[in-house]
């Protein structure tokens, strides 16, 4: 599908997917740079030994924050446009990163983190509309592996810039280059983005109208079954975060202040996936290249709590953090593709389905993260188990959705 532009407002492919990355990336970095500064965290709020994994809801109140507010932002983007609120949200962000900075205590800074996330769900629901609105088929799962693959290269550099100003400063600078990044990106947006909500497909913000999106997307096999799929897929993510850093710098490998390294260079094997779907996923097909990943995903994860489990919980640190690696790669390979699956279906009402999925994706996805990341106990064996539980049930979930054990590795995607 050609790139569409509307009359008067120009920008070019480039420059566009380099913004949508860069409006996603904001998530990453508010998620990412953190991780480094947890152990000083932990000292200044004066979090127990028996406390230590509390540490972990740094990460998950954004995303609890992040997931509600989705609900909102699909309905006003269909009907206001996409450039307005995802410049409200921003605005919202901003405060929130000021307040988190100044906080004077842990339950402060979690509600600004909640706030934080509220702000950026604008940017997670309305970045997929935006694309969808322009893209469809294939195309739009290629530019969504490009795009993510230029937002791919934020984690692996996002911890080791959080460790870069811990080196000099505290823990409170990571908060204020987040506000310098913000204001950065949304002068940018607002100069250069045009608005790409076509308007015949603006819809009057109701209830019925909402209620009638969530049952065209709860209706539809596809699009429900792929974005379940896509919310129980999303645990693998938020429990490697929320652990990583107990995993690596503290508690098992002690790699300390080597950890954002470690961190990248796992980050870099998703960076790989992304790029590789981009490269196959129109010769190959969705489905086949998801597909696949969720085989190899199964037998590795198969692998990794054997490993886990033959080694008490401590295997060496050159086999683990491999088979991790891997297991991410797969990740990455059937996140973008279980996303455009769910909601090719979906292009007239592309923001509200955005909206109900995203909700949906991202509370099970930090329901399963914390859970798994909340059982940490000084060993990978919690995170191994979890991941494999998690491919099993992904597994079933596509067979009712498809109506079929995916095994037509050969086929070309169809629509079901």
């Known amino acids: 599908m050609p790139f569409k532009t509307y009359p008067s407002e120009h920008i070019g492919r480039l420059e566009f997917i380099i913004l949508i990355a860069l409006m ?7 998620i990412d740079t953190m991780l480094p500064a947890f152990p000083r965290m932990t000292q200044d709020f004066g979090l127990q030994a028996s406390e230590a994994n509390h540490i972990q ?4 109140a954004y995303m609890i924050g992040f997931s509600f507010a989705q609900l909102v932002y699909g309905a006003l983007g269909d009907y206001y446009g996409r450039k307005p609120i995802i410049l409200i949200g921003l605005s919202i962000f901003v405060i929130a990163t000021i307040g988190a900075a100044l906080s004077p205590s842990f339950c402060f800074l979690l509600a600004m983190r909640v706030l934080q996330g509220i702000g950026l769900a604008s940017m997670r629901v309305l970045s997929a509309a935006i694309v969808r609105d322009r893209f469809s088929g294939h195309a739009m799962s290629q530019v969504m592996s490009m795009i993510m693959m230029v937002f791919i290269i934020v984690p692996i550099i996002a911890p080791s810039l959080g460790q870069v100003l811990l080196f000099r400063f505290q ?35 109701s209830v019925s109208s909402m209620w009638d999106s969530l049952k065209q997307c709860v209706h539809n096999r596809s699009t429900f079954g792929y974005a379940t799929a896509v919310g129980i897929m999303q645990g693998v993510l ?24 470690m961190f990248g260079a796992i980050a870099a094997s998703m960076g790989l996936a992304s790029f590789t779907n981009s490269r196959l996923v129109e010769r190959f097909g969705m489905r086949r290249m998801a597909h696949t990943a969720l085989w190899l995903f199964l037998i590795l994860t198969s692998v990794l709590t054997l490993t886990a489990w033959g080694f008490k919980g401590h295997p060496p640190l050159m086999l683990f953090a491999p088979l991790l690696a891997a297991c991410l790669f797969c ?86």
């Not at 809801?57 to 998950?60: C, F, G, M, S, T």
């Not at 908060?175 to 497909?201: C, K, Q, S």
């Not at 059982?375 to 009712?400: E, K, M, Q, R, S």
């Open 331 to 416: 990740f990455s390979i059937m996140m973008p593709n279980f996303n455009t699956i769910s909601l090719e279906p979906m292009r007239t009402i592309a923001g509200s389905a955005s909206s109900w999925t995203g909700f949906y994706t991202s509370l099970i996805g930090a329901i399963l993260g914390s859970v798994i990341g909340q059982a940490f106990n000084g060993t990978v064996l919690p995170l191994a188990l979890g991941y494999w539980l998690i491919g099993v049930v992904v597994l079933a979930t596509v067979v009712w959705t498809e109506r079929r054990l995916p095994l037509h590795l050969g086929s070309n995607d169809v629509h079901h």
């Open 57 to 60: 809801w740094v990460v998950y």
């Open 238 to 261: 938020m429990a490697y975060i929320g652990s990583s850093e107990q995993i690596f710098q503290r508690n098992v490998y002690h790699l300390g202040e080597h950890f954002p390294l």
């Open 24 to 30: 996603m990336a904001i998530g990453a970095l508010s």
């Open 171 to 205: 823990w409170h600078s990571i908060f204020w280059a987040l506000l310098l990044y913000a204001v950065i990106f949304g002068v940018w947006f607002a100069y250069r983005m045009p608005e790409t909500l076509d308007p015949n497909f603006r819809r009057p913000i």
